[in-house]
């Protein structure tokens, strides 16, 4: 009857049969409005309940794994080769911008409230495990206990066993506690109590990724083209316009504004091939270098942006997406030759200038890849590709002189020979003849892809959380030993909740240790 007893104070005490009572007090039944809400509550914070809502959850994502979200750039021509029941179907169940619709926003709201709901209700059943611990028993209720053992050395008093036994659990790294009655003593060894709590750990982050998943939603993305010299605070971002798939009006535009500017400095491409051409097959790498200049944190931010390595400022993230096809340069390089001096060469900078022997300072105005004169005698360009390359030049010299000339290659110059306007017009200046000898490749200009993404480090944050406590939950447990000490004989009794074969080969050794104190763990 002793060892009944203390197992139902045990049970009653910590809750060690886990066992979910009903909510309605006095055996009655609520009723009315009370006992809607009583259902509701129930149902939310019922696990099955929970777990279908995190199911829903999963298959949502998938969805929008698999099928593109309306949002990107290469959705028109997705959408173009769906059949006209999947436009249908696909359209109406919000499957085209799935994040964004609000079903989706709802399971997370009623899956995260399942989690404060269910914890809030199983909370004070793990709790009693650290604020109300047995810390006495009888022989009866260790022996009843799923880990059990009794070790008896008659020629040992209770005093002697206790220490043996104390000792024992300390070099098993239990935690332990001694309790003295009259005819016997228990000893209370834990370790892992911290182990109830996990749970409780990994629903904050599970609450963490969610939040940070709906901070996510509220994000957008936009493009901007970035050249030297030029600034900007805003970017465009594609709209496509589901109601209006099948006309000119599909896709359409709109301007997102920038908390902050940014200014082109430099923009370089590395080529594999140098005489070939910069299109995409012929790359290594595209680098931008922009500055920040952020008035609200009174702050200026250099930036260097290039493929596979994003740049993060102020929850934007900036990627290298793509660039403007047409040819420039951004460095040339001259031969310059005085009507009355030798000739030197001469390297300048996109948008740059240098100073020649003289003192004369030569400026870089533009890159022609492909010089063609029009009918109307304007200079425009032939072609996107390096077919007659020219960099249009100012230079001022030190007498104050001023004029602009083109510079062509040794080709061009020949050519432009022949055509007595053009060379007139373009190549002859009087005081200088310049060549373009050399030229780096670059694009006209790059384009930055710019996404707002204001919850990507509390979901990082979250991941960091979830990963953490369930290693810590799943590789650790709560371990009870209660040891019960009478002249002679000493009963062990415990358990765990989970990794049981780990508890009971620890108990194991641990009643192997008070047999005989000197034999090896």
């Not at 911008?97 to 809030?120: E, G, R, W």
Request: with cysteine.
């Amino acid at each position: 009857m002793a060892g009944a007893s203390d197992a139902a104070v045990e049970d009653a005490a910590t809750g060690v049969a886990e066992i979910e009572k009903p909510r309605s007090g006095g055996g009655q039944k609520a009723s009315g409005l009370s006992g809607a809400i009583d259902r509701i509550l129930s149902l939310l914070s019922s696990v099955p309940f929970g777990i279908v809502l995190l199911m829903l959850l999963i298959i949502a994502c998938m969805i929008g794994m698999l099928i593109q979200q309306q949002e990107l750039d290469s959705f028109p021509a997705y959408y173009a080769e769906l059949t006209p029941a999947e436009k249908t179907v696909y359209g109406r169940l919000g499957f085209f911008d799935i994040y964004h619709a609000a079903y989706f926003n709802l399971l997370l709201l009623l899956l995260s409230l399942n989690i404060i709901l269910a914890s809030i209700d199983h909370f004070p059943t793990a709790w009693s495990f650290i604020a109300r611990k047995k810390l006495t028993a009888s022989p009866t209720y260790a022996m009843a206990q799923k880990f059990k053992e009794k070790v008896e050395i008659p020629q040992l008093g209770r005093k002697q066993l206790t220490e043996r036994a104390s000792e024992a659990a300390r070099k098993m790294r239990f935690k332990v506690r001694l309790t003295e009655e009259d005819n016997r003593t228990t000893i209370f060894a834990e370790r892992g109590v911290w182990n109830r709590l996990g749970a409780y750990l990994v629903h904050i982050g599970l609450l963490t990724i969610f939040a940070g998943g709906f901070m996510t939603s509220r994000g957008f993305t936009g493009m901007m083209e970035v050249s030297p010299n030029k600034s900007s605070n805003r970017m465009i971002q594609n709209v496509f316009n589901i109601d209006n798939a099948n006309t000119q009006h599909a896709i359409g535009q709109r301007e997102l504004e920038l908390p902050f500017t940014i200014e082109g400095v430099d923009i370089q491409q590395k080529l594999i091939n140098k005489s070939g051409s910069i299109d995409a097959g012929n790359t290594l790498d595209w680098l931008t270098r922009v500055r920040i200049v952020d008035q609200e944190a009174g702050k200026t931010t250099e930036a260097l942006i290039h493929m596979n390595t994003p740049f993060d400022y102020r929850g934007y993230r900036f990627f290298q997406a793509s660039f403007n096809p047409l040819g420039s340069a951004r460095t040339i390089k001259l031969k310059v030759t005085p009507a009355n001096g030798s000739p030197q060469e001469i390297t300048i900078q996109r948008n740059g200038e240098a100073k020649l022997a003289d003192g004369t300072r030569v400026r870089y105005i533009e890159f022609n890849p492909h010089f063609v004169v029009g009918s109307d005698q304007k200079v425009t360009f032939g072609s996107a590709e390096y077919e007659n390359p020219a960099a249009h030049l100012a230079y001022v010299t030190p007498s104050g002189e001023q004029g602009d000339v083109w510079a062509f290659t040794q080709a061009g110059v020949n050519q432009m020979s022949n055509a007595p306007f053009l060379k007139s017009k373009f190549l002859d200046t009087g005081a200088f003849h310049f060549v373009l000898t050399d030229f780096e490749k670059v694009p006209f200009a790059h384009t930055l892809s710019i996404q707002f993404d204001p919850g990507a480090r509390v979901v990082y944050v979250g991941f960091t959380i979830l990963c953490l406590t369930l290693i810590a939950v799943f590789f650790f447990s709560h371990q009870r030993l209660w040891i019960v000490i009478e002249d002679g004989a000493v009963y062990l009794g415990g358990n765990s909740n989970r990794n049981r074969l780990g508890f009971e080969d620890r108990a194991k050794k641990l009643a192997a240790l008070i047999r005989e104190p000197v034999q090896a763990v």
